[in-house]
């Protein structure tokens, strides 16, 4: 890129700043996936872990869960809350669903302004929902760690991209290729992603996470933590949907595998069941 061009980047991204200091910042993800879940939060006899697993299907819907079940109001007794699950039994079902409803008609509203609905931003959602499965089958299995925290951290993991993404939308000129407009993305979303949850108050190693998953500077340790276990799953995602697992040179996987102690048969056993939670995350929101 030239410099010029640079410039012009650097430009957009500081015209995006002003909007991150909102707490109530919403933004579209994927808003196929938004509708049927109000739609799915219709059955006033769901079970909370259907309701979790439910929520838990879209990134912003899903933070300002958890923001909401952090406030006094909520939760007068301050007991931090980190998990979905968690936050969903303590907001009750009616609260979830208003809240469910109130996001989706803002995601709605902008996604209008926006215009038509972008493949990458849908494709960017199914990957999303793919590592968080992962990020809570890897903390369930090869971890100490919550798997509902890590399959948090794992759904917004990308949640600078979204909102890249989206904005990028009222700035068509300024990109002439979609590989330009994806160079910035791979530039700036990690620290975007990091402020979106600084300021939606979100626990500070989901944040951590966010901002070093794709760390080259990862340590080794005895004690994997929430980074590692979104690293993970951020590199297996790509080897899963292409089904290259098999040639991967595992005497010299990235260092987080390596903290998780990883071999090929247990990342197999990991995406077996991988798909099958995706299949009931899926059938839940049908």
């Known amino acids: 890129m030239t410099t010029v061009e640079n410039s012009r ?4 991204i500081q015209g995006l700043t002003a909007e991150l200091s909102s707490k109530e910042l919403i933004f579209p ?17 769901i079970s909370n872990d259907n309701v979790a697993r439910i929520v838990g299907a879209e990134p912003v819907l899903s933070a300002q869960i958890l923001r909401l079940s952090n406030t006094v109001s909520n939760n007068p007794g301050g007991k931090r809350i980190s998990e979905l699950r968690n936050a969903t039994r303590l907001l009750g079902f009616s609260a979830v669903r208003n809240v469910a409803i109130s996001v989706g008609m803002k ?17 960017l959602w199914s990957r999303s929902l793919r590592v968080a499965v992962l990020s809570f089958m890897i903390a369930k299995k090869m971890s100490k760690l919550s798997p509902d ?15 890249i ?7 068509r ?41 794709r760390s080259s500077d990862l340590s080794l340790t005895s004690k994997p933590s929430l980074t ?28 987080a595998l390596q903290n998780l102690h990883l071999d090929l048969e247990k990342s197999e056993v990991l995406l077996s069941e991988t798909k099958d939670e995706l299949v009931l995350i899926l059938q839940a929101i049908a």
Do not use: C
């Open 29 to 45: 993800t994927s808003l196929n996936a938004t509708m049927k879940i109000r739609h799915a939060l219709n059955d006033p006899d």
């Open 149 to 163: 925290k890590a399959m948090m951290a794992g759904l917004l993991h990308d949640v600078g991209k979204f909102y």
């Open 107 to 123: 995601q709605l509203m902008e996604h209008k302004a926006n215009g038509q609905p972008s493949q990458l931003i849908e494709g």
């Open 9 to 12: 980047d650097f430009e957009f």
């Open 173 to 213: 000129d300024l990109f002439v290729s979609e590989a330009a407009l994806w160079e910035l993305v791979d530039q700036w979303h990690a620290s975007i992603g990091a402020v979106i949850l600084e300021n939606w108050e979100i626990d500070d190693d989901i944040r951590v996470a966010v901002m070093d998953h």
């Open 228 to 255: 590692d276990v979104v690293a993970t799953a951020n590199f297996l995602d790509a080897h899963f949907v292409d089904n290259t697992l098999i040639d991967l040179d595992w005497s010299a996987i990235p260092v």
């Open 165 to 171: 993404l989206n904005r990028a939308r009222h700035y």
